[in-house]
């Protein structure tokens, strides 16, 4: 196939935060789908204006399969592992053109995943999610939400009602500065995980995401604490790509899961991150690991040294949660698939047909594909038209 539209469209969520979706129209009418959305919104233009340049190098060849798009897409650039804007750019390229790959050959995503990866027939069970309900109390349209430990409490309880039974959250962020400097956040944030577990039931589990808040020291004594309370995830107290010598102390001197990963670019990358014994899990993120394909790879790579070393980041859209789910379904993956809930109330009706999750579990649409389009009559900007 030959690429002969590209848009991409930029849906305000709440408060900064915008989901920005990639699509792609081949030569023979069919719709590539991907998200581009990233953490800091702040570098949108740029964002843009690399995807745009990546385009160019590849809009008037006949497109065959992800890895001629990867050679040509990464040849004369610098490591996407060292340049999150262009590992954002070449994910989202690779997956919209797997999923247009995939209506080519008649296949819904995962099975054309299963079949050119030689994986065993996936389950067409629904995929188990965790609940992440961090983003439901980020500021939002009027600024800053309450982030007591009742309000952690109250959206814990309401993802345990609607039949999760994992529960991610991120209790020592969005402190004073001061905090951070006197080590407050720590008994601050203990008090909202405390409030949170009063609420679990023996088969609820909860997740901590630390978003790199600690040093060695904190991060051994915050672990043991947490673990007390039942908590054996413990996200990034470091940051993987700094502080790798320090994680692997962590690692060493923790009774529950050291977990990352989420910006990492490559197999080799996981691989390598893997077997340095840097963290237990690892978490490819579809929108920066290299794309849906490359998220196979590393799944394979991993589940060879540990069948439970893989669980997929995703605290992003609808579509991005979807082609996360096509390569969770396609691998058989042991882990739950992380969920962002309750950021916004009409999340399910930006894409047609709906995004549908019951009882913590996503139900993967028919059709080809990733199985959606866009819903453009949600307000939208049209941010690239070429």
């Not at 600024?143 to 952690?152: H, I, K, L």
């Not at 577990?197 to 991060?219: A, E």
């Not at 962590?250 to 050291?258: A, E, P």
Request: hydrophobic share 35%; aromatic share 8%; with cysteine.
């Amino acid at each position: 196939m030959k690429i002969d539209k590209i848009k991409v469209y930029s849906f305000h969520v709440r408060g900064k935060t915008e989901w920005l979706v990639l699509e792609i129209e081949s030569d023979n009418g069919l719709i590539g789908l991907s998200e581009l959305t990233t953490s800091n919104y702040l570098k949108t233009s740029q964002l843009i204006e690399t995807l745009s340049a990546q385009l160019k190098k590849i809009l008037a060849l006949e497109l065959c399969n992800d890895q001629q798009i990867k050679e040509i897409l990464e040849k004369n650039e610098r490591p996407p592992n060292e340049d999150f804007i262009l590992a954002t750019t070449l994910s989202g390229i690779r997956s919209a053109c797997s999923d247009i790959f995939s209506k080519t050959r008649s296949l819904s995503l995962k099975d054309y995943l299963t079949d050119i990866f030689s994986l065993s027939k996936c389950s067409s069970k629904p995929i188990p999610l965790y609940a992440n309900i961090n983003r439901s109390m980020l500021p939002d349209d009027d600024g800053p939400t309450d982030r007591s430990p009742e309000t952690f409490k109250y959206r814990a309880q309401n993802a345990t009602e609607d039949g999760f039974l994992f529960i991610k959250c991120a209790p020592f962020d969005q402190y004073p500065d001061s905090f951070y400097k006197s080590e407050k956040f720590i008994d601050e944030g203990l008090k909202r995980v405390s409030s949170i577990v009063k609420v679990l039931k023996n088969s609820q589990k909860l997740l901590i995401d630390c978003h790199s808040k600690f040093n060695l020291k904190t991060s051994i004594k915050v672990e043991s604490l947490l673990f007390e309370k039942g908590v054996s995830w413990f996200e990034e107290p470091m940051n993987p790509k700094k502080n790798s010598s320090e994680l692997i102390e962590i690692k060493k001197s923790i009774q529950g899961n050291l977990v990352g990963g989420e910006e990492f670019y490559g197999v080799n990358e996981f691989v390598k991150l893997y077997k340095s014994k840097a963290l237990d899990i690892l978490m490819p993120d579809i929108k920066y690991c290299g794309g849906v394909e490359e998220a196979i790879k590393i799944g394979m790579e991993l589940n060879k040294l540990s069948s439970n070393s893989f669980s997929i980041h995703c605290p992003s859209g609808p579509i991005s949660l979807l082609g996360s789910a096509h390569v969770t379904s396609a691998l058989n993956t042991k882990l739950p698939l992380e969920h962002a809930v309750y950021e916004v109330p009409d999340r399910k009706q930006f894409i047609i047909p709906e995004e549908k999750i019951i009882n913590g579990e996503y139900c993967l649409p028919g059709g080809l594909g990733l199985g959606v389009k866009l819903n453009l009559d949600k307000p939208h900007k049209l941010i690239l038209n070429i």
